[in-house]
Nanobody, 118 residues
Framework: VQLQASGGGLVQPGGSLRLSCAAS????????MSWFRQAPGKQRALVAS???????FVHRSVEGRFTISRDNARNTVSLQMSSLKPEDTGVYHC?????????????WGQGTQVTVSS
């Protein structure tokens, strides 16, 4: 299984970006799909996740600004980021649990850089 993330870049404060992560390979079923952020000098932390049933969670620091969604037909997860702030800067990694319930294996994407700066 491989994860390919895209959509990062440099954006001014208040701007928007959309991240996408596509899973490919031998995939029969996908569980939770998540986005983590690793800010400079900090540990990787969960930003948002969405279950196989479509229930979404976003961290309170991005609530109202970020929206996570998934396309089960394309095995993709997206993160729509709006009203971006400098503190949103970091490397964003997608994480996908592949497999049936109770038999999932987690995979990580390579990360995509998001820089919010004027």
């Amino acid at each position: 299984v491989q994860l390919q993330a895209s959509g990062g870049g440099l954006v001014q404060p208040g701007g928007s970006l959309r991240l996408s992560c596509a899973a490919s390979g031998s995939i029969r079923s996908i569980g939770d799909m998540s986005w983590f952020r690793q800010a400079p000098g900090k540990q990787r932390a969960l930003v948002a996740s969405i279950t196989r049933g479509g229930s979404a969670f976003v961290h309170r620091s991005v609530e109202g600004r970020f929206t996570i969604s998934r396309d089960n037909a394309r095995n993709t997860v997206s993160l729509q980021m709006s009203s971006l702030k400098p503190e949103d800067t970091g490397v964003y990694h997608c994480n996908v649990a592949v497999g049936t319930i109770g038999n999932e294996v987690e995979y990580w994407g390579q990360g995509t850089q998001v820089t919010v700066s004027s």
